[in-house]
C-alpha cells in the first residue's frame, strides 16, 4: 500500500514562492507516474503537473505553465512541486497523487492535502 503525505503549504503574499513536498512510503516508482492536483472552495479538483518517474517527463497545466516546476528525488522517493510567482488564484488545497500506470489518467490514490493561500 503506497502512502503519500504532502508538506510544505502555508501563507505567502503573491508574487512569492512555496514549495511543497510528497513524500512516497511502501514502494519505489522505477515505472510509474506521480501528479499534483488542487481544489480550491467551490471549484472541482484540477490538474496541476504530472511527472513520469522514471524519465522524469512532465507535463503542466496551462495556468501554471512557467511559474511551477514539477520534479523529484529519486533516492528520497519524494516529488516536488516549486511554485514561483504565486497568485491569489493559486489558493487551494493541493494534493499529491499517484497514477495507475504512467499511460494513465485516472489517479490510484491521494495524499491528504496541504493548504496554499496566496493573499493579495
Known amino acids: 500500500q503506497v502512502q503519500l503525505v504532502e508538506s510544505g503549504g502555508g501563507l505567502v503574499q503573491a508574487g512569492g514562492s512555496l514549495r511543497l513536498s510528497c513524500a512516497a512510503s511502501?514502494?519505489?516508482?522505477?515505472?510509474?507516474?506521480l501528479g499534483w492536483f488542487r481544489q480550491a472552495p467551490g471549484k472541482e479538483r484540477e490538474f496541476v503537473a504530472r511527472?513520469?518517474?522514471?524519465?522524469?517527463?512532465?507535463s503542466y497545466a496551462d495556468s501554471v505553465k512557467g511559474r511551477f516546476t514539477i520534479s523529484r528525488d529519486n533516492a528520497k522517493i519524494t516529488m516536488y512541486l516549486q511554485m514561483n510567482s504565486l497568485k491569489p488564484e493559486d489558493t487551494a488545497v493541493y494534493y499529491c497523487?499517484?497514477?495507475?500506470?504512467?499511460?494513465?489518467?485516472?489517479?490510484?490514490?491521494w495524499g491528504q492535502g496541504t493548504q496554499v493561500t496566496v493573499s493579495s
Open positions: 511527472i513520469n518517474w522514471a524519465a522524469g517527463t512532465t
Open positions: 497523487a499517484r497514477y495507475q500506470s504512467i499511460w494513465a489518467t485516472a489517479v490510484a490514490s
Open positions: 511502501g514502494r519505489t516508482f522505477s515505472n510509474g507516474a
